[in-house]
């Protein structure tokens, strides 16, 4: 599998971006959720050779990806995934997004039911950057991944590493790959034991399968 730089000029996207993009299968059909302006879909077709396609909820979304000549429909994830069929993709990712779902556990599964495997991503409310500001300051933590102050952010369900490790046992979910990515996008050493992923990762990136 080629590697994809995460300094490439031509996307200058967000260090998780680059990892989720690596662990697709050139050639693949993709769906991502919640895809924004669609750096992503454009990172999966122009490097991956994939046939990307998007569901974004904002209009002004929607509008930058058709300006991109992106495949993009409106719609809203928590709701609209049900219309989709099963085994349609190879991919469905959602990226930074899980924190945003009103029913998160609901639509990681429709996730495992339109697509072969799953690919999310999200902040680490567990890092301890993060656990440290709350202890000090006895205020809602704002770092650059969890950006929002608490009365304006999008974010209704901040989770760890370890929860989300927890959600996939109860969903009965097979984790294939995961890999913590410190501030710099690098990833937490492999040889720490998973529990001090949570500690270490700021944000996290799993690959999910049916059992």
């Not at 680059?18 to 990172?43: F, I, P």
């Not at 959602?94 to 697509?115: D, F, Y």
Request: aromatic share 10%; charged share 25%; hydrophobic share 40%.
């Amino acid at each position: 599998m080629s590697s994809l730089s995460s300094h490439d000029d031509q996307f200058n996207a967000r260090v998780d971006l680059h990892h989720l993009a690596e662990m697709v299968a050139e050639g693949s059909r993709v769906l991502d959720v919640g895809c924004g302006d669609g750096t992503l879909l454009r990172l999966l077709a122009e490097k991956r050779g994939a046939d990307a396609r998007g569901i974004e909820l904002s209009q002004k979304g929607v509008n930058e990806c058709v300006a991109k000549g992106l495949s993009v429909i409106q719609g809203d994830a928590d709701s609209d995934l049900i219309f989709y069929p099963d085994q349609s993709f190879d991919y469905v990712i959602l990226s930074q997004t899980l924190q945003a779902m009103n029913r998160p556990r609901e639509v990681v599964e429709h996730m495992l039911r339109i697509g072969r495997y799953a690919i999310v991503s999200f902040p680490n409310f567990g890092h301890w950057r993060i656990r440290f500001q709350l202890l000090f300051s006895g205020r809602m933590p704002v770092t650059k991944n969890l950006s929002y102050s608490w009365y304006e952010t999008p974010n209704i369900h901040f989770c760890t590493i370890d929860d989300f490790r927890s959600l996939c046992k109860d969903i009965d979910a097979k984790i294939d790959h995961a890999v913590a990515l410190d501030r710099f996008g690098i990833p937490v050493r492999t040889d720490l034991p998973r529990t001090l992923w949570n500690f270490f990762g700021e944000q996290a990136v799993f690959v999910l399968s049916r059992r």
